[in-house]
């Protein structure tokens, strides 16, 4: 299984990122799938998770303003980012896990190799 993310860039305080995960490979067992973030200096944390199915999860500082979706046809996972903040600066990563419990503690089983978001003026 391999998971490929693109869309990360650099963007205005107030504006909007599309993230995009690709999964190749089988992965019809794995039901979730998450994207989290690493700020520098900081540990990695879960921004949003989604099932199979569409129920979500997300932290707190996100709420309102990103919103996680599937395409379950073309294997893919996106992150619709808007309102970004100076705060929002980090890698973002995606991953995938048989349950949205693995998701949220951070125990994917797989990882994307991370795409950069910077939110500058």
């Known amino acids: 299984v391999q998971l490929v993310e693109s869309g990360g860039g650099l963007v205005q305080p107030g504006g909007s990122l599309r993230l995009s995960c690709a999964a190749s490979?089988?992965?019809?067992?794995?039901?979730?799938m998450g994207w989290y973030r690493q700020a520098s200096g900081k540990q990695r944390e879960l921004v949003a998770g989604?099932?199979?199915?569409?129920?979500?999860n997300y932290a707190d500082s996100v709420k309102g303003r990103f919103t996680i979706s599937r395409d379950n046809t073309k294997k893919t996972v996106f992150l619709q980012m808007n309102s970004l903040k100076p705060e929002d600066i980090a890698v973002y990563y995606c991953?995938?896990?048989?349950?949205?419990?693995?998701?949220?503690?951070?125990?994917?089983?797989?990882w994307g190799q991370g795409t950069q978001v910077t939110v500058s003026s």
């Open positions: 991953g995938a896990a048989r349950s949205m419990v693995l998701i949220i503690n951070g125990m994917a089983k797989y």
């Open positions: 490979g089988n992965i019809f067992t794995l039901t979730a």
């Open positions: 989604i099932t199979r199915s569409g129920t979500t």
